[in-house]
């Protein structure tokens, strides 16, 4: 592609959607390095090209981590980044050129870590937390300060000397790898989406609208950077020291630097000595000392002129290909996956990589029996970056993709402007329907315990069923007899069957498998049309008109609803009782289980409005009070629930619960515990 013009159109969208992915769905596809790459050749198209300069383009932003739900606080001072390279050489050039900027002074640089996690503000008045926000847009950003409150090594009151009236300092919220890997593996266990590092754990534990759930995950907070009137120190070296006599978390790693010598000699200690810390770190940061030359040097429109970031390589390891294997997805997607001799990269062995899509496969041009350098820049996936062509084979044969579907054989397609490959065959191609089966039941779905992705396969080759709907004629005996399964795990099945009857609508929409219908877009759907009826009928026009439903989905779903088989499929689900409609309030029982008890509401809720949960009270025979006494039973707690209301909870020692657990205590089952990320 030599147009500059398509070049830089397709490296917009591609940002954007990495953006995306990055911060709304915490969920990363590619590496930062190779995102950082991207923008770089994209700044310097614009700049090559200024007649092709965009205000929109993702080069004159920062990323944004804002999340519905959450209060926003404006940034007293814009929250920027940092300017980054993975070049020591560039480091070096950096030291010269400030150097020169303060007019020949060589400045006292101080060398940190930069720890890989999502960044937070706190505000302190009078030694005491106020509020903490996210980075946001940079300009405002989410408050998240019950949340931070949970972190238990980030002061609420301060102690020492020195303290301004009033102080804003900034770090790095962290997930430490030992509590990174409990929580994966519970999340293995649970059938959950892995997180793919660390960073992506901390930003969507922390953006979390259950303040006890936050607390148990084990989050952590470096602190780097103290602004302010009143500092008590002129330079950044003493003031961070200071803060951590006042109870703040500050990283030992923070040196002080007098030469370039100084400075390469700080990489090449950290390059390893980061892999024994007990938090992930992508760099490190140099910052200049002097408040005042700080001040000198200035900001540009996205970051400090006074700082740079060096970002460390991403580990590689060689290793030969024994074959390309072509998965099917339950959307029909093709998935290349490189087979490999096992090997060994940051701690795990590596065997299978994917190769995302024929674009890739093209790229990398890999020939049968290459050698491949497989990275792990952060992700848990190994990816393939190169090929090591001097190792090739010249009789080998280029990989070709396939051209029909590994599993029914049919002709594939590919959409205009996508890079997938797909198999057409929606409701004849096996993988597919397997996999709408298992997706049907997964945890976050329909929740069916006893069946996870080896049953469900069980359960449609020994043709039990065909589809999701037969899940609920199935009987204990079929299970044993025709599927061979146990007493017991046949009786699970069945029991979990029944109890997915009670999974809210919302989860409905998303286990149905919608092309382009995730998480968050059926909770959109489900909030927003509330039943099932209503959804199959709208138009693009009426379906575009939801919040963040675009005509691709909009497409989609139209596209599903006319089908008559899913059509059938949604009938029979409804008569089996799968809930069909969102929940009403008015729906909801009555009972005694709060009578006498006063029960004040703070924050904001996932699953009911504030307005539901004070009918809810009452339904159930409570009170709902304005504010906390003595004669308060219990505060109902959502997100963001006000620091002052906490304090006064606590000190009165008045239990504070969340809503799952007010919801469990009227007896309403316990479905929604995870967040609204
Ligand atoms: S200083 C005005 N120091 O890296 C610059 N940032 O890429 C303030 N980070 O948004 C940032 N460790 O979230 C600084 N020792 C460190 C850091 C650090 C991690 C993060 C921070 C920032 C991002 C910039």
Same mark, same amino acid.
């Given at each position: ?469 037969? @899940?609920?004629?199935?009987?204990? /005996?079929? #299970? ?5 399964? !146990?007493? +017991?795990? *046949? =009786?699970? &099945? $069945? ?39 209503? @959804?199959?009928?709208?138009?693009? /026009?009426? #379906? ?5 439903? !675009?005509? +691709?989905? *909009? =497409?989609? &779903? $139209? ?119």
């Amino acid at each position: 592609m030599n147009d500059p013009k398509e070049r830089i159109t397709r490296l917009r969208d591609e940002l954007n959607r990495h953006n995306y992915n990055y911060y709304v769905l915490n969920s990363p596809e590619i590496s930062d390095r190779d995102f950082d790459m991207m923008m770089k050749e994209l700044e310097r198209l614009e700049r090559e090209h200024p007649d092709l300069d965009d205000p929109l383009s993702p080069t004159h932003r920062v990323g944004s981590d804002l999340t519905q739900g959450f209060t926003q606080v404006v940034h007293e001072r814009p929250m920027l980044s940092l300017a980054n390279t993975y070049s020591i050489d560039e480091v070096d050039e950096w030291c010269t050129r400030v150097s020169d900027t303060l007019g020949g002074e060589t400045p006292t640089l101080v060398g940190e870590m930069k720890f890989d996690g999502t960044s937070i503000s706190l505000l302190y008045r009078h030694g005491r937390l106020i509020r903490a926000v996210t980075r946001g847009d940079g300009e405002k950003g989410d408050d998240v300060t019950t949340n931070i409150m949970t972190i238990k090594s980030i002061p609420l009151t301060l102690k020492g000397n020195n303290i301004p009236d009033e102080f804003e300092i900034r770090g790095e919220i962290v997930l430490p790898w030992d509590a990174f890997e409990r929580l994966n593996r519970q999340r293995a266990i649970d059938e959950e989406a892995l997180f793919a590092n660390p960073r992506n754990a901390a930003a969507g534990t922390l953006k979390m609208l259950n303040p006890s759930e936050v607390s148990r995950r084990g989050l952590d907070a470096y602190f780097y950077y103290l602004i302010g009137d009143n500092l008590p120190a002129d330079n950044h070296y003493d003031n961070m020291l200071q803060a951590r006599e006042w109870g703040f978390k500050v990283s030992d790693s923070m040196t002080l630097l007098n030469s370039i010598a100084d400075v390469d000699r700080f990489i090449n200690y950290w390059a390893d000595t980061r892999k024994t810390l007990p938090v992930a770190t992508d760099g490190l940061v140099f910052k200049v000392n002097s408040l005042r030359q700080q001040l000198n040097l200035g900001f540009t429109a996205k970051s400090p002129r006074w700082a740079i970031a060096y970002k460390f390589p991403a580990e590689r390891a060689l290793t030969k290909l024994r074959y390309v294997s072509f998965e099917v997805g339950r959307m029909g997607v093709i998935t290349p996956v490189a087979n490999l001799e096992p090997v060994l990269l940051s701690g795990t062995t590596v065997k299978r990589a994917s190769l995302h899509n024929a674009d890739i496969v093209a790229q990398l041009d890999i020939h049968e029996g290459d050698m491949l350098y497989v990275e792990k820049g952060g992700e848990i996936i190994p990816k393939i970056t190169g090929v090591d062509t001097a190792a090739r084979n010249p009789d080998s044969q280029r990989v070709r993709f396939v051209t029909h579907c590994p599993a029914c054989g049919t002709p594939l397609v590919r959409q205009e402007d996508e890079a997938a490959w797909v198999c057409p065959n929606k409701y004849g191609c096996t993988p597919q329907l397997i996999g709408r089966i298992e997706h049907y039941v997964g945890r976050r779905m329909m929740n069916i315990d006893g069946i996870g992705e080896e049953n469900s396969r069980i359960l449609f080759e020994t043709g039990l069923i065909n589809d999701i709907a037969d @899940l609920y004629t199935l009987t204990a /005996e079929q #299970l044993k007899t025709t599927g061979g399964f !146990g007493n +017991r795990t *046949a =009786e699970r &099945i $069945i029991e979990g069957i029944e109890a997915s009857k009670q999974v809210p609508f919302e989860r409905v929409v998303y286990a149905l498998s919608i092309p382009y219908v995730g998480e968050t877009v059926a909770k959109k759907l489900a909030r927003s049309v509330s039943d099932i009826d209503r @959804l199959m009928e709208m138009s693009l /026009e009426e #379906l575009t008109a939801i919040e963040d439903i !675009g005509p +691709r989905i *909009a =497409e989609s &779903i $139209i596209e599903y609803f006319a089908v008559p088989l899913n059509r059938e499929i949604i009938e029979r689900l409804r008569s089996a009782g799968v809930r069909m409609s969102v929940d009403k309030i008015e729906g909801a029982t009555r009972s005694d289980a709060l009578a006498g008890k006063s029960i004040v509401i703070s924050g904001v809720f996932a699953r009911h409005s504030r307005d539901e949960y004070k009918e809810l009270i009452e339904l159930h025979g409570g009170k709902n009070v304005a504010s906390i006494s003595k004669k308060t039973d219990y505060v109902l707690a959502g997100d963001n629930m006000g620091p002052s209301k906490l304090e006064k909870a606590t000190k009165l020692g008045i239990p504070i619960i969340d809503e799952n657990r007010f919801l469990e205590m009227i007896g309403e089952k316990d479905f929604d515990t995870e967040t609204l990320l």
